[in-house]
């Protein structure tokens, strides 16, 4: 069967040139862009873009002479027999369809069919990483991200190439904002503004800006050979920040989008960012197992917090402008953002997730309840039942008065906070 279709879509390829910018493009992205970025090219040769990849490396040899695939190092060290010497290096050799199709790019005359030869590749794969939404879902998604509107009428859930925003009164689809990354990671909520972290992992990632009254298209802020993982705005909406799959935090203007400022302070994926309250500085915890709070003025590191045995998954600054962190396996700490001494942890059970708000902290733990926890204190006012299966995900209102909870089997919960009473749930998927 599967071959049967490897056949078909062969054949049927058969019938057009090869597409550089859909078909070549992510491929060489997928596979071999790590090793041959502009920053640290391996054989001093770059994969960056077009342009670049038709130049040789080390070797002197030419990567690619059209029409001519056995003249062409890209090619032949795909075929290559040594395993020292093929690419990817270090890796398997690349399945017979993927070099046949290189091939006979190189054979129809290497031809591009993207805007400009010096357009990176990840923007030219942007294009073939995104799909329109399913009409239905044949079964719900599991729920990685909410957000309430600012005057918490409404919530934003994450979905399939797509967010989707419903009535919190009443459970129902207000519209559905496509033309998104196939997996989103995180969301966050300003004005009529919607910025949505996400990808398709290895592949692309980005932090895409909706206007949530669908007038304006969406503009993608970033374009990274790996998915975007948190994303918030600054209380103002004057700064949005994202902490990115290649290790980088990405500062954009909260208006435009425009590229602010690039930030290498983790080895590892950032997986949460948070502004203070003042939004004079930013939290950002790291699969590295630190965390870290630069002064946006300056963009110095300020401090570092190291407390964690595991990688972290989430951070957010609490009422008194402490730090809060929690890491993979459960423990969550609470720390001096300005000495990184840690002050406290959050007893009582293994947490997964949790939201600071305008009222104090939301959790979510391996026990499936949800906790409100008032304030600064550091035991729950309020413990209830989460709704669905394992909860994934939890958001808070700007007022502090409601909260809601995504799970792994598509229930998204509305509570009112502080006594955790049910207001509404629903399964979010278009049906
Ligand atoms: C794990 C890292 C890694 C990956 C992945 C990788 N390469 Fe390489 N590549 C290298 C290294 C290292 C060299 C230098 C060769 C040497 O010194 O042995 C190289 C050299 C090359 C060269 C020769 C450049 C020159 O002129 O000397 C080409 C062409 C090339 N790679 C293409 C690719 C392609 C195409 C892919 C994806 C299918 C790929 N590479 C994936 C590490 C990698």
């Known amino acids: 069967m599967i071959l049967r279709a490897l056949l078909l879509s062969t054949c049927l390829a058969s019938a057009a040139p090869v597409s550089f910018q859909r078909e070549v493009a992510p491929l060489l992205q997928r596979r071999c862009a790590t090793c041959h970025s502009a920053e640290n090219p391996k054989g001093r040769y770059q994969l960056e873009t077009f342009a670049r990849l038709m130049k040789a490396g080390q070797s002197e040899l030419p990567p690619v002479t059209p029409g001519k695939p056995v003249q062409s190092e890209l090619a032949a060290l795909l075929r290559e027999s040594s395993a020292q010497d093929r690419m990817p290096q270090k890796a398997e050799a690349l399945p017979e369809v993927e070099i046949a199709l ?193 002064d946006l003025k300056s963009d110095e590191v300020t401090t570092s917090y190291t407390g964690h045995e595991t990688p972290l998954v989430a951070a957010a600054f609490a009422l008194d402008g402490q730090a809060w962190t929690l890491a993979r396996g459960g423990a969550m700490h609470r720390w001096d953002a300005g000495r990184a001494t840690r002050n406290g942890e959050l007893k009582g059970a293994d947490w997964a997730a949790f939201r600071a708000g305008a009222t104090g902290l939301v959790t979510t733990a391996s026990d499936h ?45 509305v509570f009112a906070l502080p006594d955790g009473k049910p207001v509404r749930s629903w399964v979010a998927a278009p049906r």
């Open 102 to 294: 290189i091939e006979r790019w190189i054979a129809e005359g290497a031809r591009f069919d993207g805007a400009s030869k010096d357009q990176p590749l990840v923007e030219l794969v942007r294009d073939s990483m995104l799909r329109p939404a399913p009409a239905k879902y044949a079964r719900p998604l599991p729920i990685t991200a909410l957000a309430f509107s600012p005057d918490g009428t409404r919530l934003a859930v994450s979905g399939y190439y797509e967010v989707t925003i419903w009535n919190v009164s009443d459970g129902s689809l207000v519209t559905r904002l496509g033309g998104l990354p196939e997996r989103i990671t995180s969301l966050a909520w300003h004005g009529s503004r919607l910025a949505a972290a996400g990808g398709s992992p290895v592949q692309w990632g980005t932090v895409a800006l909706a206007d949530v009254a669908g007038l304006a298209p969406v503009k993608f802020l970033c374009d990274l050979p790996e998915t975007t993982l948190g994303v918030a705005f600054s209380a103002d909406g004057a700064r949005i920040a994202a902490g990115c799959g290649d290790r980088t935090v990405r500062l954009f203007d909260g208006a435009t989008g425009a590229s602010r400022r690039v930030l290498k302070l983790h080895a590892d994926w950032v997986q949460g960012v948070a502004f203070s309250a003042d939004g004079s500085h930013l939290l950002t915890a790291s699969r590295d197992r630190t965390a870290r709070v630069v």
């Open 369 to 413: 309840k949800l906790r409100f926890f008032a304030g600064n204190e550091r035991t729950p006012k309020t413990t209830w039942e989460a709704a669905g299966d394992v909860v994934q995900t939890l958001a808070i209102s700007a007022d502090g008065k409601r909260c809601a909870s995504g799970a792994a089997d598509g229930t998204v919960a």
